[in-house]
């Protein structure tokens, strides 16, 4: 059955952790309040990090589902939010390698586009800068652009960075540092 | 354009694994394209205080003009940055109903019990059943309903309620407990017809106020 | 002759258990549900709604003894499940016996999946 997805009234007012609680029982209307709280900060990583609306959609999705099926065994060690970027993120790095695996029999292979986000009908309503910070994120080393989104956009901790890309916090900090001077160098000049 | 992997790059260059320490001017230069600013500080250091940090959290940066002048090249990146956040991504309006509906795809149904009609093979889902009892116990002020396990107490259609509590305590546990319990058997016979005989509760956690910045946009209060 | 086909019985008692006021829906079994996700596509997803008799079960007895009739509805937030359930088990169990050649035992079993909050419009 197809059903819309609105908001129920009272689990709105209800913390994650609840909520986490509840959908692992089965309760697929708490997990919708999840899904509408955290869909926003989820696809915007993956558009970043995907660089393609569809594909970061499709990852999300993906993510989504995945957590349902694993609620049962999440223990609440870390923060549901963690929990879904971990998820999210590692979705993304496996529809990267695969689409850019040689072997790929993806009909269409799509470059990472540096105007992802600039769609016709969405360029009106679209900031200048957002389009240039994009186009600049783009040229980014995958590695780089990661620990930034993450850092920058997400406002994730350095501990949590390096343990979602399986690095260090010392490297997550110096590819912040890289990425920091690349997009300086590309969205405007010291002054 | 940049299209490696950072599980197939090779590793970063070794001195970039350095430990990072502090602000002093003797740091070595930890990062590649890393710079010390003529007042000794590295540019990557005076960057990170500057997005991490609070304002006035060293005294030296409030003061110091190279530091700042570095600082504030990352304005125009900040105000895109903050652009950026500020942008519903794509697709983001469709994607709540896709995964709902993905969801509901494969939710099978679970433990079934049996309404309270004896005459009848009248059955209830445990989910949609312990939906309705947190709902019950939720309208009970500074009370809010985590797990909630129903079972077969014994013969018929007599019903065992197992749940756990966050609560307030800004007043005696016991008498909110016993509001739950109330609600809980008056939402059982009243909304379900379900023949409750028993309500264990046990309040496992003390409920915080939510959201944590008042404001935040999302209703707080609720309950029938 | 009592030959009755089991799709026309599925169809009368759909139709029963829909009239029933405070069911919102029948509950398809996981095999239309899953049909019906791999026909959807992206951009109607919508489109691919699966017929009520997916939330009905027909089966005949196997000693030929009589029919045994599974209902899953998804109930509406506000009336007692187990009366909706009830009125649900006897107009179901009524139309089936009116739809056979000749008289036979119906047994129905009536679940309800979800009771469907009642959403504030956005």
């Known amino acids: 059955m197809i059903e819309r997805t609105a908001s129920p009234r009272l689990e709105c007012d209800l913390p994650d952790g609840l909520l986490a609680v509840r959908a692992a029982e089965g309760d697929e209307d708490s997990f919708a309040v999840l899904v509408r709280r955290h869909s926003r900060s989820l696809l915007t990583l993956a558009c970043c990090m995907l660089g393609n609306p569809q594909d970061a959609e499709d990852a999300v999705q993906d993510a989504f589902v995945s957590a349902w099926r694993r609620l049962p065994e999440y223990r609440h060690s870390a923060e549901f939010r963690t929990w879904m970027y971990r998820i999210t993120v590692n979705r993304c790095l496996t529809m990267r390698r695969r689409r850019l695996s040689p072997l790929s029999l993806n009909t269409v292979v799509e470059p990472v586009a540096g105007d992802a986000w600039s769609q016709p009908d969405r360029s009106a309503e679209r900031d200048a800068a957002t389009v240039a910070l994009t186009r600049a994120l783009a040229e980014l080393d995958a590695g780089q652009r990661i620990c930034w989104i993450l850092r920058e956009v997400q406002g994730l901790p350095y501990r949590e960075i390096a343990h979602m890309t399986r690095t260090s916090e010392p490297t997550v900090r110096g590819r912040l540092f890289r990425a920091r001077r690349s997009l300086q160098e590309a969205m405007g000049p010291w002054r | ?224 | 002759m009592t030959t009755v086909d089991p799709t026309a019985l599925l169809g009368v008692a759909a139709e029963a258990a829909l009239g029933v006021p405070g069911v919102t829906g029948l509950q398809p079994r996981l095999a239309h549900r899953l049909a019906a996700a791999a026909a959807s596509t992206r951009t109607h997803p919508a489109s691919h709604r699966t017929p009520p008799e997916a939330g009905v079960r027909a089966e005949r007895a196997p000693d030929g003894s009589g029919w045994h009739i599974e209902v899953r509805c998804v109930l509406a937030e506000g009336r007692r499940a187990v009366d909706v359930a009830r009125t649900v088990h006897g107009r179901v169990r009524t139309a089936v016996i009116s739809r056979l050649a000749a008289p036979e035992p119906v047994t129905v079993t009536v679940t309800v999946t979800r009771i469907a909050a009642r959403y504030d419009e956005p």
Do not use: Y
């Open chain 2, 1 to 224: 354009m940049a299209l490696d992997d950072p599980h197939t790059r090779p590793p970063e260059p070794p001195e970039a694994d350095g430990p990072r320490t502090g602000s002093a001017a003797a740091d070595v230069l930890p990062f590649p394209g890393d710079q010390a600013l003529p007042c000794g500080r590295l540019l990557s250091r005076v960057w990170e205080q500057a997005q991490d940090e609070a304002p006035a959290a060293d005294p030296h940066t409030v003061s110091c003009p190279h530091c700042r002048e570095a600082a504030e090249g990352l304005a125009t990146v900040n105000a895109a940055t903050r652009a950026l956040r500020a942008v519903d991504p794509p697709g983001l309006h469709a994607l709540a109903d896709r995964v709902m509906n993905a969801v509901r795809t494969e939710v099978g149904l679970g433990r079934l019990l049996p309404l309270a009609d004896p005459d009848r093979d009248l059955r209830i889902t445990e989910s949609a059943a312990a939906k309705a009892l947190r709902q019950a116990a939720d309208g009970v002020p500074g009370a809010r309903a985590a797990t909630c396990r129903l079972t077969s107490a014994g013969e018929g259609t007599d019903i065992r309620v197992t749940m756990t509590l966050v609560a307030m305590l800004d007043r005696p546990l016991p008498e909110r407990v016993h509001q739950v319990r109330r609600a809980i058997l008056h939402s059982a016979g009243q909304d379900l017809g379900l023949a409750v005989t028993a309500v264990d509760i046990s309040v496992v956690d003390v409920l915080e106020p939510w959201p944590p910045h008042p404001g935040a946009g999302i209703r707080t209060g609720g309950g029938a």
